[in-house]
Protein backbone atom coordinates (compact mmCIF):
# COMPACT_ATOMS: atom_id res chain seq x y z
CA UNK A 1 0.00 0.00 0.00
CA UNK A 2 1.69 3.35 -0.67
CA UNK A 3 1.67 5.74 1.63
CA UNK A 4 2.93 8.98 1.85
CA UNK A 5 2.47 11.28 5.30
CA UNK A 6 3.29 14.95 5.73
CA UNK A 7 4.04 16.41 8.76
CA UNK A 8 6.04 19.79 10.91
CA UNK A 9 3.39 22.10 9.79
CA UNK A 10 1.61 24.54 11.85
CA UNK A 11 2.06 28.25 13.09
CA UNK A 12 5.05 30.31 12.32
CA UNK A 13 5.65 33.91 12.58
CA UNK A 14 6.78 36.14 9.81
CA UNK A 15 10.19 35.60 9.28
CA UNK A 16 10.36 32.20 10.92
CA UNK A 17 11.28 28.74 10.11
CA UNK A 18 9.53 25.69 9.80
CA UNK A 19 10.86 22.35 7.85
CA UNK A 20 8.02 19.83 6.69
CA UNK A 21 8.62 16.30 6.38
CA UNK A 22 7.15 13.62 3.86
CA UNK A 23 7.55 9.82 5.03
CA UNK A 24 6.68 7.43 2.14
CA UNK A 25 6.21 3.84 1.68
CA UNK A 26 4.70 1.25 -0.80
CA UNK A 27 7.29 2.38 -3.64
CA UNK A 28 10.80 2.48 -5.14
CA UNK A 29 11.68 6.07 -3.73
CA UNK A 30 14.88 6.54 -5.05
CA UNK A 31 13.67 5.81 -8.56
CA UNK A 32 10.67 8.78 -8.06
CA UNK A 33 10.73 12.57 -8.33
CA UNK A 34 9.63 14.26 -5.14
CA UNK A 35 7.71 17.45 -5.12
CA UNK A 36 6.27 19.74 -3.12
CA UNK A 37 3.35 21.65 -3.69
CA UNK A 38 0.92 23.77 -2.16
CA UNK A 39 -2.15 25.38 -1.96
CA UNK A 40 -3.93 28.58 -0.65
CA UNK A 41 -7.63 29.06 -0.04
CA UNK A 42 -9.04 30.18 -3.42
CA UNK A 43 -6.06 29.30 -5.29
CA UNK A 44 -4.85 26.31 -7.51
CA UNK A 45 -2.30 24.56 -6.23
CA UNK A 46 1.13 25.01 -7.48
CA UNK A 47 3.92 23.44 -7.54
CA UNK A 48 6.92 24.79 -4.86
CA UNK A 49 9.82 22.63 -5.21
CA UNK A 50 11.24 19.46 -6.91
CA UNK A 51 14.36 16.91 -6.29
CA UNK A 52 14.86 14.56 -9.04
CA UNK A 53 15.92 11.08 -8.77
CA UNK A 54 19.36 11.66 -9.49
CA UNK A 55 19.50 15.16 -6.97
CA UNK A 56 18.62 18.07 -9.21
CA UNK A 57 16.73 20.66 -7.75
CA UNK A 58 14.25 23.42 -8.83
CA UNK A 59 12.26 25.83 -6.86
CA UNK A 60 9.60 28.04 -7.74
CA UNK A 61 10.61 31.95 -8.19
CA UNK A 62 8.45 32.80 -4.79
CA UNK A 63 10.76 30.15 -2.70
CA UNK A 64 14.51 30.58 -4.50
CA UNK A 65 16.70 31.30 -1.69
CA UNK A 66 14.50 30.91 1.08
CA UNK A 67 13.40 27.07 0.86
CA UNK A 68 15.44 23.68 0.29
CA UNK A 69 14.17 21.02 -0.71
CA UNK A 70 16.20 17.49 0.07
CA UNK A 71 15.69 13.41 0.09
CA UNK A 72 17.06 10.73 1.93
CA UNK A 73 16.56 7.54 0.33
CA UNK A 74 17.71 5.62 3.24
CA UNK A 75 14.93 6.85 5.10
CA UNK A 76 12.61 7.20 2.67
CA UNK A 77 11.65 10.83 3.19
CA UNK A 78 11.42 14.38 1.59
CA UNK A 79 12.29 17.45 3.16
CA UNK A 80 11.20 20.64 2.65
CA UNK A 81 13.24 22.91 4.97
CA UNK A 82 11.66 27.07 4.97
CA UNK A 83 12.75 29.91 6.11
CA UNK A 84 11.88 33.90 5.96
CA UNK A 85 8.55 32.48 6.13
CA UNK A 86 5.36 35.48 5.04
CA UNK A 87 2.01 35.36 5.22
CA UNK A 88 1.93 34.75 1.51
CA UNK A 89 3.14 31.27 1.98
CA UNK A 90 0.07 30.31 3.78
CA UNK A 91 -1.17 27.16 2.69
CA UNK A 92 -1.65 23.49 2.54
CA UNK A 93 1.41 21.86 1.37
CA UNK A 94 1.19 18.73 -0.30
CA UNK A 95 3.72 16.02 -0.98
CA UNK A 96 4.07 14.55 -4.18
CA UNK A 97 5.97 11.19 -5.96
CA UNK A 98 6.44 10.95 -9.26
CA UNK A 99 8.06 8.32 -12.27
CA UNK A 100 7.62 8.04 -15.64
CA UNK A 101 9.09 6.29 -18.48
CA UNK A 102 8.69 4.53 -21.77
CA UNK A 103 6.65 1.76 -20.41
CA UNK A 104 4.66 3.22 -17.59
CA UNK A 105 3.89 6.09 -15.02
CA UNK A 106 2.70 6.35 -11.88
CA UNK A 107 2.29 9.42 -9.16
CA UNK A 108 1.20 9.95 -5.63
CA UNK A 109 0.37 12.12 -3.18
CA UNK A 110 0.09 13.11 0.52
CA UNK A 111 -2.70 14.39 1.98
CA UNK A 112 -1.10 17.75 3.29
CA UNK A 113 0.15 19.77 6.10
CA UNK A 114 -0.92 23.14 6.93
CA UNK A 115 1.39 25.85 7.10
CA UNK A 116 0.13 29.17 8.37
CA UNK A 117 2.43 32.21 9.04
CA UNK A 118 0.59 35.04 10.97
CA UNK A 119 1.74 37.23 14.06
Known amino acids: QVQLVESGGGLVQPGGSLRLSCAAS????????LSWYRQAPGKERELVAS???????TYADSTKGRFTISRDNAKNTVYLQMNSLNPEDTAVYFCNARFRSVIRSSEYWGQGTQVTVSS
Open 26 to 33: GFTFSSYS
Open 51 to 57: ILSNGGR
